[in-house]
């Protein structure tokens, strides 16, 4: 059960940031194999940040991103929609393990609706790691939760650098400028569409490769997704076989969105034949244009739990 404590508070006028917890490699430390455990909670975190800056916390979860279910993003939504209720948050900001950061992200991207700043942040190096990126991480974050937001929508603060959810993607697995933006220039942001529980959506990605056949569609229709987000070759294409089962699912009325695997650069449906990305579309499927395979699975959830139209989401 999430817990909130107040950690500096000098007035209840004050503008405080809530910072609220999730967990991931900013709150781990070696167990006795050495292996990296989630074990701090968000008022440890704050105090190892140093920052001077008022803050509530908030203990939403604890586990590796890796493991965040659509319910655990439910409830951080909830969370957040709770400290923007109290006219003295000035922003919020949250912790989070860089594995599914970029998702989490996208999903408060295109739910919240408030001009008020989230910021997600989290770290490379466990807190007990001599040189431990964490605690600078979190109070860059927070330092920018209690300014007004410079560009609307959720932003990710890591290693120095803040970008905006939308397009983002973890470049590196150990750098300590994790995270990077599959667009040179900001991606226009599509109209918030409130916060709506995603939880119980069931929308699968499937990785493409070269001659794939069309088994592991099959398995996947089988256990009734609500929509496949395919993460495609080049710039968005995938095997005939593929191509032909995923057509066979636009014309079941399931819906199927292109990604690709490539990290930088739009999906474009150029491409004929079978699996082509030209043919795809003309079936239905929708471009995930920017966004990773994550963030289009992310953004297809949103659309299907909120009833809006993907394209919208995915534009």
């Given at each position: ?23 991931g490699t900013i709150a781990s430390t070696a167990d006795a194999q050495g ?270 739990a909120s009833g809006t139209d993907p394209a919208v989401l995915l534009a």
């Amino acid at each position: 059960m999430a817990s909130c404590i107040l950690m500096q508070f000098p007035g209840t006028s004050d503008p405080t940031v809530t910072v609220i917890a999730t967990g991931g490699t900013i709150a781990s430390t070696a167990d006795a194999q050495g292996a990296r455990v989630p074990t701090l909670d968000g008022a440890a975190l704050i105090a190892h940040s140093g920052t001077p800056i008022p803050t509530r916390v908030i203990d939403s979860t604890s586990l590796d991103s890796s493991s965040m279910r659509l319910a655990d993003i439910d409830e951080l939504a909830g969370h957040i929609q709770e400290a923007f209720a109290d006219p003295t948050t000035s922003g919020v900001v949250v912790t989070h393990g860089t594995d599914s950061m970029a998702e989490t992200a996208l999903a408060l991207d295109v739910m919240l609706d408030d001009e008020r700043p989230v910021v997600l942040t989290g770290a490379q190096l466990p807190a007990d790691d001599p040189h431990a990126d964490g605690p600078e991480n979190l109070a860059g974050a927070i330092a920018l939760a209690a300014l007004p937001a410079q560009q609307p929508g959720v932003q990710i603060h890591f290693g120095g650098m803040t970008l905006p959810a939308r397009g983002a993607l973890k470049r590196h697995t150990y750098e300590m400028q994790a995270f990077t933006s599959s667009a040179t220039t900001p991606l226009s942001r599509p109209r918030p569409v409130g916060v709506h529980r995603l939880a119980g959506k069931n929308v699968v990605v499937i990785a493409a490769w070269p001659g794939a056949g069309r088994a592991e569609v099959d398995a996947i229709v089988a256990t009734r997704p609500d929509g496949i987000v395919v993460a495609g070759l080049g710039a968005g294409n995938i095997s005939a076989d593929m191509g032909r089962a995923l057509g066979e699912c636009l014309q079941a009325g399931i819906p199927v969105v292109v990604s690709t695997q490539v990290p930088f650069g739009p999906v474009a449906f150029d491409y004929g034949g079978a699996g082509g990305g030209n043919t795809l579309g003309s079936l239905g499927a929708l471009s995930a244009g920017y966004l990773s395979p994550g963030q289009a699975r992310m953004a297809l959830t949103v659309a299907l739990a909120s009833g809006t139209d993907p394209a919208v989401l995915l534009a």
